[in-house]
């Protein structure tokens, strides 16, 4: 399984995705600038920036990466030769989700680094009025790769299943919009504004709520802007969340890829 | 090959016959920043996914665009009523997006006061803002400074004023919430609630909002200063402005910035025609 990991790690460096995520990262160089606009809160504005390039740039490389890696080895013959080698076909995908996993956390850490030199340079400018809280930014955005790590487990669940890319993409963005507004949705239907709703619609939003992601809770951007304090029980609740639904997620596409007929 | 070579060349040259008129009439096209629609705040927290405070971000940054493009024209003697409801919906939004975002607090306690007098929404809004910012002393500041300037509801400003001074630890907020307890000196607190916005702001279009205020303000005070001192001398106030000047008492005579005329009220009061606004802004429903 490592060797698939490094060697889907090797296809996507080769595929120069790397180099695409420095040039869009390149929109770093603009936020101060953007940031000084601002009347009160430069660097909270510069904050929100970097966070939200971030958080974009990951979820290109989760839909993108995650949707398009089964198919396009399935698309191009790649698994005859590989499953005839004595690897079982769970422990290829494994190998493969691994891959786009660990690269995702690369590319998270990289941005990160960007982004933290961008506040540091933004700060120093315009100094702000609270103290920036540099371990909840951290926890930030490595939340936000575990938040994109679940949507790539959801883009090889919807792969397996698939015999193009569109249902991975397009399911992996539905997901993922779904998925943000499930809490919203939640309390609203469980709130008295919702009388005139109809029983059933009310019972299906539950249903949906249990059993999409939530990625509500990955979202710690206010707490990283403004200096929130982090909720500990709450991010321990989280990692947990994160770790059986990742688990469950690749148990069910592992199953169906393995009874998948390749031709 | 020629084929290829022949059709580049004629392409290229389009191209320069082209450019030069496309990028004049791009040139050209009055700059003007729309308001526009903004769909409902729900719809915009879903559509936003975990991007709330950028949107949030980006609505303050299209009012900000709006409102400077509009001072640059007054500049310019093009007088533009701003369209103060579009920019208060905006700004209620953003704060809906992002219940942090102090430049929308700021900005709407900007002109829903002054140009718009709508101090109730203002203090509603200053409320909300500070069950989130609980650490800031800003908000509590505005938010007595309306209460006891416009609304004359002196508990309240005393309260908020109390607030302010606690979470800030300076003591020019307790100094307010003391004196706020009496109608008195309301020019003198409007000069130093108006310096403390001027010091800290780096946006030129509202900077030069504050300093036209606190011209206006500094003047009203010269003459109510120069109304005292002819009281104490002459033992009755007063009739007009024109009487301080004449006899001595004010000089220079005093310039509303705002275009308007100083007088004095029967109690003595110093009030100016332009109402401490310029005349394209009063008539804004």
């Known amino acids: 399984m490592t060797t698939i990991i490094r060697i889907t790690l090797k296809g996507i460096f080769r595929d120069r995705v790397f180099q695409g995520i420095m040039v869009t990262a390149g929109a770093f160089l603009l936020i101060p600038v953007i940031a000084s606009l601002s009347m009160r809160q430069v660097t909270e504005l510069s904050l929100t920036l970097s966070l939200s390039l971030i958080s974009f740039i990951l979820l290109l490389l989760s839909v993108f ?59 120093a400018l315009y100094p702000p009025d609270r103290p920036i809280v540099w371990s909840t930014m951290a926890i930030c955005i490595l939340f936000d790769a575990m938040k994109y790590i679940l949507l790539i487990a959801v883009a090889f669940l919807f792969s397996t299943v698939s015999t193009s890319f ?33 029983p059933f619609v009310k019972l299906l939003a539950t249903g949906l709520y249990y059993i999409l992601p939530n990625f509500g809770a990955f979202d710690l951007k206010v707490n990283a802007i403004y200096g929130l304090p982090l909720p500990a029980n709450g991010l321990f609740l989280s990692v947990a969340y994160f770790v059986v639904y990742v688990g469950l997620l690749l148990s069910v596409a592992a199953a169906i890829f393995a009874r998948r007929e390749m031709r | 090959m020629m084929r290829t070579v022949s059709s580049g060349i004629v392409c290229l040259i389009l191209y320069v016959a082209l450019i030069i008129p496309f990028t004049t009439y791009l040139k050209n096209k009055p700059f003007v920043e729309k308001l526009g629609y903004v769909p409902s705040v729900t719809a915009l927290k879903a559509v936003a996914a975990d991007h709330k405070e950028l949107v949030a971000a980006s609505l303050v940054l299209k009012v900000l665009m709006y409102f400077g493009g509009l001072v640059e024209k007054a500049d310019n003697q093009v007088a533009v009523p701003p369209d103060y409801i579009s920019m208060s919906r905006l700004l209620h939004g953003a704060v809906k997006l992002d219940p942090y975002n102090m430049d929308a607090y700021y900005f709407a306690q900007g002109f829903l006061t002054w140009d718009v007098k709508q101090f109730k929404l203002a203090n509603d809004l200053l409320d909300y803002g500070m069950k989130y910012r609980t650490w800031d002393w800003y908000l509590p500041f505005f938010a007595g400074f309306n209460s006891a300037y416009f609304m004359k509801d002196y508990a309240a ?14 003591d020019l907020s307790k ?31 509202l900077k030069k909002n504050y300093q036209l205020r606190l011209t206006a303000f500094r003047e009203t005070r010269r003459i109510e200063l120069a109304c005292d001192r002819y009281r104490e001398t002459r033992g009755v106030l007063p009739k007009t402005v024109e009487q301080l000047v004449i006899e001595g008492f004010l000089s220079p005579p005093p310039k509303d910035p705002y275009g308007g005329q100083f007088y004095l009220e029967a109690d003595g009061k110093v009030v100016t025609t332009s109402k401490y606004a310029f005349k394209n802004v009063k008539n804004v429903k």
Do not use: C, H
Not at chain 1, 172 to 180: D, E, K, R, V, W
């Open chain 1, 65 to 123: 990466l995650g949707g398009t890696s089964l198919w396009k080895d399935i698309e191009r013959r790649y698994t005859f030769s590989v499953l005839g080698l004595p690897i079982s076909r769970q422990s290829y995908m494994l190998g493969r989700f691994g891959g786009v996993a660990l690269f995702v956390l690369l590319a998270a850490a990289v941005l990160g680094a960007a982004a933290f030199a961008v506040v540091t340079y933004s700060s």
């Open chain 1, 166 to 198: 569109f249902l991975p993409v397009f399911g992996t963005i539905a997901t993922f919009l779904a998925g943000g507004v499930t809490q919203q949705v939640y309390e609203f239907v469980n709130s008295p504004a919702s009388k005139a709703l109809s």
């Open chain 2, 157 to 170: 400003a005393a309260r908020y004023y109390q607030r302010a001074g606690e979470l800030s630890g300076s």
């Open chain 2, 175 to 205: 100094l307010l919430a003391g004196r706020y307890m009496q109608e008195s000196g309301q020019t003198e607190l409007a000069i130093v609630y108006l310096s403390a916005m001027e010091n800290g702001e780096r946006n030129p279009a």
